[in-house]
């Protein structure tokens, strides 16, 4: 190859539908335009060499320059956005370039991605990714990269974020630590990371703090708080910094008051946790076996007291479960003093051991569109539900616990108890979204006409007045709740596109 300047274009396709944890709409009603560009594309644009003019598109928030013609182009792909990406990939091998797909998607599938690519990324990317761009370099790209083992994390390059247009970005993704050491039988991590955990360098961790665009800051890795003493360490480095950040999370990180006030103290806002499901027998059978339903209310309480809101994950759709169990999670809660949750069904993709055993007992819907590989339609032949009257039912599941009756009182039990009173410096938060976020709250909670918000929105001014709670977490208790129902209000259309892929998929097996 004679050019001596190489053109590289790297893609995270759009995705049709999303879950409504991904929380695109909170960051459009702060004038952004998604939550988060993926880590590894800022990623591989600092692994590539000086003689390369990258260009980094994320299609949630622009389309590709139609000026800019790459050589080589490298597309990320999850389940759900993964039909997108090989329409791209098709296009632009079609004017010539060559195309490279990574992330979880194709480093599990890697026949089905060679139909549409001249080279598959699997796993990490560290190593294979200076090699596959010398191989190409010498007309010599091999149809598959995959490092032997686990690359070294204990430092990381810093990612050029500056390449992304970070002004119409809500926050930006970091990773301390890479690996689990659970295996849950729903979840890639382990087979993409390993279950050993290799930590980073705390000071490295730090270094890239400091030159990130942007205070608003969600931690990636799996397990923020696996290890206690790194955990520790990492949020006193953190304090000086002033940051607002969210991580996940497993349920242990509740039985360490030190370790939550240091989080606390160091700008955690948020911790997510999967607590799966309220069934004992569900854990036990998707390797779980940390989770334990009886302990979820005190774990919730521990956590909200340090002023850490905790964003519950839960899935029914275990082969266990039966529609009862909708009414228990709805009962749950009810009574709990849990505003937010995540409501997902059991779905599956290739790699994880769930996919392998479906496989085996012939429960794969392979022809489904992958676009509604979101967690909020179902994916799978389940065991005690058609899949029709699965989806009617955790939609009318949702809506109930997500309508403003419900979250009011979910709400002002917790905020009553104080925790959230202390008044938070957020810096990513500027005085005109501040401006913008004001008018909306006030015009949707007062002016549009709905009685439950707007005792809802009184509810919270008297708690304010009180000094129960801070004006801006109230602010952001409020956006995030207009964000959820925007987000489930605009998803219903998609409900009927779900049951004709299901109709069309019946009568073919016809």
């Known amino acids: 190859m004679k050019k001596t300047k190489l053109n590289l274009l790297l893609i995270k396709p759009r995705q049709k539908l999303n879950h409504y944890s991904t929380q695109i709409e909170i960051a459009r009603l702060m004038g952004k335009r998604t939550n988060s560009v993926p880590l590894a594309l800022p990623l591989l644009a600092a692994l590539t060499p000086a003689h390369y003019k990258v260009r980094i598109v994320d299609e949630d928030i622009a389309a590709a320059p139609k000026s800019f013609k790459p050589d080589i182009v490298g597309i990320t792909l999850i389940t759900s956005n993964s039909q997108r990406g090989y329409d791209l990939a098709d296009k632009y091998r079609a004017m010539g370039a060559k195309v490279v797909l990574g992330g979880p998607y194709p480093s599990f599938s890697v026949e089905e991605g060679l139909e549409h690519a001249d080279a598959i990324v699997v796993g990490e990317a560290e190593n294979s ?29 810093v990612p050029r974020w500056d390449l992304v247009p970070t002004n119409k970005m809500q926050s930006v993704n970091i990773q301390a630590s890479r690996g689990c050491p659970f295996m849950c039988e729903f979840c890639l991590t382990t087979h993409l990371f390993g279950r050993n955990v290799r930590r980073r360098q705390i000071d490295d961790v730090v270094n890239e703090i400091k030159q990130l665009p942007r205070k608003n800051i969600l931690f990636v890795d799996e397990n923020f708080t696996i290890n206690k003493k790194y955990a520790k360490a990492m949020c006193q480095a953190l304090k000086p910094l002033q940051i607002n950040w969210m991580c996940q999370s497993s349920v242990d990180v509740a039985d360490d008051e030190e370790l939550l006030r240091e989080m606390s103290e160091a700008g955690c806002n948020y911790v997510i946790i999967g607590f799966e499901s309220l069934k004992a027998d569900s854990l036990q059978q998707s390797q779980k076996h940390q989770n334990k339903p009886q302990d979820y209310n005190n774990i919730i309480e521990k956590i909200q007291k340090f002023g850490i809101h905790v964003y519950a994950s839960f899935i029914i759709g275990f082969d266990q479960d039966t529609l ?60 005690n539900f058609d899949n029709k009257t699965l989806f009617d039912k955790f939609l009318e599941t949702t809506d109930y616990l997500y309508s403003y009756a419900q979250i009011r009182k979910r709400t002002i039990r917790m905020l009553e108890k104080g925790y959230f009173s202390r008044e938070k410096n957020n810096r990513a938060v500027t005085k005109m979204q501040k401006i913008r976020t004001t008018f909306i709250l006030l015009y949707t909670h007062l002016i549009a006409g709905d009685k439950e918000k707007r005792a809802f929105f009184k509810d919270i001014i008297f708690l304010i007045k009180r000094k129960k709670v801070a004006i801006s977490e109230a602010a952001s208790i409020l956006l995030m709740f207009e964000a959820i129902t925007r987000h489930l209000r605009k998803d219903k259309k998609y409900r009927a596109l779900y049951r004709k892929s299901l109709d069309s998929l019946e009568n073919n097996a016809n």
Request: no cysteine; proline share 3%; hydrophobic share 35%.
């Open 129 to 157: 990714w200076p090699r596959l761009l010398k191989d190409f370099e010498n007309d010599n790209l091999q149809s598959v990269y995959k490092n032997e083992g686990f690359v070294d994390y204990s430092t990381s390059v």
């Open 324 to 383: 009862e169990d909708f009414e228990i999670f709805k009962s749950f809660i009810e009574q709990s003093s849990l505003p937010v949750f995540t409501l997902s069904l059991l779905g599956t993709t290739s790699g994880m051991d769930l996919y392998k055993r479906l496989e085996k007992e012939g429960r794969l819907l392979k022809n489904l569109e992958k676009h509604f590989f979101v967690g909020v339609y179902p994916v799978i032949k389940y065991k």
